[in-house]
DNA sequence: CAGATTATTATGTCTATACATAATATCGCC
DNA sequence: GGCGATATTATGTATAGACATAATAATCTG
């Protein structure tokens, strides 16, 4: 029984899938070892090694030391989102970019905030809001607190020009960052500015970004109706 | 100049996102090659790819042969969205799983739906509407299409035990799906059984899924105020 | 000089081997 | 039989070397 002989990691990974769509390895089945199945394609331990590592970052296969490799019992659909700079976001959808300042000024955020920015001790921040038009219709409306004790230099930017978006992904490297997504009724003067009623459905996205442990800045999205964040889920099957 | 020798690729990749958060190599950079990085840090070059093909998965980097490795330009944050079954998910809340089937029956599906199940000729598909409710209180709205020309089984179940969600991915497995996030307005029935007003704003979650180029069902998730998606962006430093 | 061909280069991947590490299974002891 | 020490096992990762591949740069040719 002289196997095809699988000789790249996606062979790999594309077979183990088949197997795993034909239930010959249903949901929960401990598969068989890399050094086995690394015998049985013809190939070497990394080659499986990497096609399986590569289906355990996707959700399909759950791996753990001496205890081996079984099909991931519930299948979650694992998306990545990309989210892009406002700018870059309306530019790819073929529009015209402008942005329009509210508000700017510095002071003490309320506790909500607080609690995100600078949770030991309140400390001065900029309080900047903003509207971002795609060929002049209102695209998202932007409430942003930026920490001054982590951005000094903050407080020079008056943002009339240049978004606090982009001069802070331009300037101010982050580490890491918390992200939500809700539907929310829009507020008073947000609905105005987005064009739309009072209590009318808006997509909003919540968005926090630190350097290592000190916050930077935190940021509430409030997207025009009809916006829609789209993604994909699949192994990466050569189909 | 002894390095202090960098031996695994977790450590290497904290040493390029240190010199790119010290903006020694600023967006746009091109980094020193594999090769030479590989005799700077005292390690094997595959190592160094680890460490490199990481960081360019998380949208740090952008890699082309002979072109190079350079920094991205345009950091766009890279989240990972796990969408478990909504049973898994009420339950990893703590709380209790209840479910509910309103109607179930075979039609022809709308041409909206039509164009994501059976672009070239209509089929027969089962719509089926369901709440989902946690410790009782309605928690997502369920409105889905299930091909039968895909899913000819799915005309034998009743789905007044097992919810479609559940036993779709129990029994037909999918190679890859479309999903949207969107916020909506309640609309009439959805609103009084996820026991929010009219026009509420609701989050919704569209998804279809394929197996190969077979549409097997598409859904329509909308669940009641007050659910968020969270999640988090940031490459995995060990921080 | 334009266009086609060839050389160069950096990443992409495979191999074989080795050791590290975490988790389980087993054994010996009380 | 219960419990702690030890052996075993599968994955995780590092290494040096090799070849593949894509994209660019250089060169040749009409």
Not at 93 to 99: C, F, M, N, P
Not at 167 to 191: Q, R
Request: net charge positive; hydrophobic share 40%; aromatic share 8%.
């Amino acid at each position: 029984m002289s196997q095809p002989r699988f000789r790249n990691w996606q062979a790999i990974q594309d077979e183990v899938l088949r197997r795993i769509h034909a239930r010959d390895w249903p949901p929960g089945h401990v598969i068989p070892n890399e050094v086995d199945l690394a015998a049985e394609f013809g190939c070497a331990r990394a080659t499986v090694n990497r096609a399986l590592r590569a289906l355990a970052e996707a959700g399909m296969l759950e791996r753990r030391r001496k205890a081996g490799t079984r099909v991931a019992l519930h299948p979650v659909s694992r998306a990545t989102v990309d989210i892009p700079v406002i700018r870059q976001e309306i530019e790819d959808r073929g529009q015209s970019y402008t942005y329009r300042m509210f508000s700017r000024k510095i002071a003490r955020p309320p506790v909500s905030i607080q609690a995100r920015l600078c949770p030991d001790s309140p400390v001065d921040c900029l309080h900047v809001t903003a509207l971002h038009l795609a060929s002049g219709v209102a695209y998202v409306f932007e409430d942003r607190w930026i920490n001054l004790a982590t951005v000094p230099a903050a407080a020079n930017q008056n943002f009339d020009t240049i978004s606090a978006n982009e001069w802070l992904l331009a300037t101010v490297p982050y580490t890491h960052g918390d992200i939500s997504f809700t539907a929310e009724a829009a507020a008073g003067a947000e609905a105005d500015l987005l064009g739309t009623a009072r209590g009318a459905p808006v997509f909003v996205i919540d968005r926090t970004t630190w350097d290592h442990d000190r916050a930077i800045t935190t940021v509430r999205l409030s997207y025009a109706p009809g916006y829609r964040i789209r993604t994909s889920v699949g192994t990466p099957v050569s189909v």
